[in-house]
């Protein structure tokens, strides 16, 4: 076979993008319409733009098997609740021509269906973790956008229950991670690895003392990272509720602290945000002094999915520094908690 003859590399992207221009014909849009990548991660998200309501759009093209078409209408159910039943600024779904919100755009080699999901456009920008000052306001703001979300979905899920995936230990740490397993994070070394093994092993002794009560446990946003929450005219606005399931609502505290767990920074913007959480909602002392483990446990998920999803730009950026941050993190929780 000669040089001209060789296949070109895959290029994801490139793929994806030819998948959204195609989704683009479930919805009402003209030809002209275009889509720009926004972001690549679990799913792809793009930005639409055409000469017709609505302008400006956003499409999600998720990943085959990361979600079921169930689990992805439950998702847009929640969603639209909470538009209709809170004062939480979140995007609201649009569906396709044909009535319904999640559109099939085509199928694998292996017969698993490529999902699609359209919303409106939020204008706003994510906090910046540059600024000390401004973001500890912004998770005051926050605690109390989270605590009006865990309000809503414990009442409104004690009658109305749906299909989203769990996520606990065993789900994130344990037997079936969802984001592969910690133990093939980069730069993992046998030290290392024992050394997350102990924290593992501490951090599933502590939750399954802390139990799954329902003032405890329940459906939560469980992605609260900046790069999820816009910022406009002092309003926080809350997207992607890609990973919504079924958690401890202090997991949500732990997300939104993704990435920069080990920044000196974080018990200030904690307790910022203990500040606005307990205005509409109750917190004990002893799940306050859990805390820490929530932000381990996150964060041993985190180089988890870094090493699972190396072609991901996020974790490309993140790289073999993340773990070697995470080490610090790990000494100090266990010289707090380890047993």
Not at 167 to 187: A, C, H, N, V, Y
Request: aromatic share 12%.
């Amino acid at each position: 076979m000669t040089a001209m003859e060789n296949p070109a590399p895959y290029d994801p992207l490139q793929f994806f993008h030819k998948l959204a221009e195609q989704a683009l014909t479930k919805y009402q849009y003209t030809k002209n319409a275009t889509v720009r990548l926004l972001n690549y991660s679990e799913n792809i998200t793009y930005l639409v733009e055409s000469n017709e309501a609505p302008y400006r759009s956003v499409l999600r093209v998720n990943r085959p098997g990361y979600h079921s078409k169930e689990e992805l209408e439950a998702e847009l159910i929640w969603i639209e609740a909470i538009l209709s039943n809170s004062s939480i600024v979140v995007p609201e779904p649009i569906a396709g021509t044909n009535g319904e919100y999640v559109q099939v755009i085509t199928r694998d080699q292996q017969g698993n269906p490529y999902h699609c999901v359209m919303f409106t456009f939020l204008d706003g920008r994510a906090p910046d973790e540059e600024n000390e000052q401004g973001l500890v306001a912004e998770f005051e703001k926050l605690g109390e956008i989270t605590a009006r979300l865990h309000n809503q979905s414990q009442t409104w899920t004690t009658i109305n229950p749906i299909n989203r995936p769990t996520w606990d230990f065993e789900t994130m740490l344990g037997s079936t991670p969802k984001w592969g397993r910690w133990q093939d994070g980069i730069e993992v070394t046998p030290e290392r690895r024992l050394l997350f093994q102990r924290v593992a092993e501490t951090i599933k002794q502590r939750l399954s003392k802390f139990g799954k009560t329902s003032e405890r446990y329940g459906l939560i946003h469980a992605d609260l990272r900046l790069a999820n929450l816009l910022v406009e005219d002092g309003t926080i606005k809350v997207i992607d509720f890609d990973d919504c399931g079924y958690s401890w609502y202090l997991y949500d505290l732990a997300t939104a602290l993704s990435f920069i767990e080990h920044k000196e920074n974080v018990p200030e913007l904690i307790q910022a945000w203990l500040t606005g959480y307990k205005k509409l909602r109750s917190i004990s002392e002893e799940e306050e002094l859990e805390i820490p483990t929530f932000i381990m446990l996150r964060r041993l998920l985190l180089v988890a999915w870094i090493g699972s999803h190396i072609d991901n730009d996020t974790a490309k950026s993140m790289g073999a520094a993340f773990t070697d941050q995470t080490v610090n993190l790990a000494e100090k929780y266990l010289y707090q908690f380890g047993y």
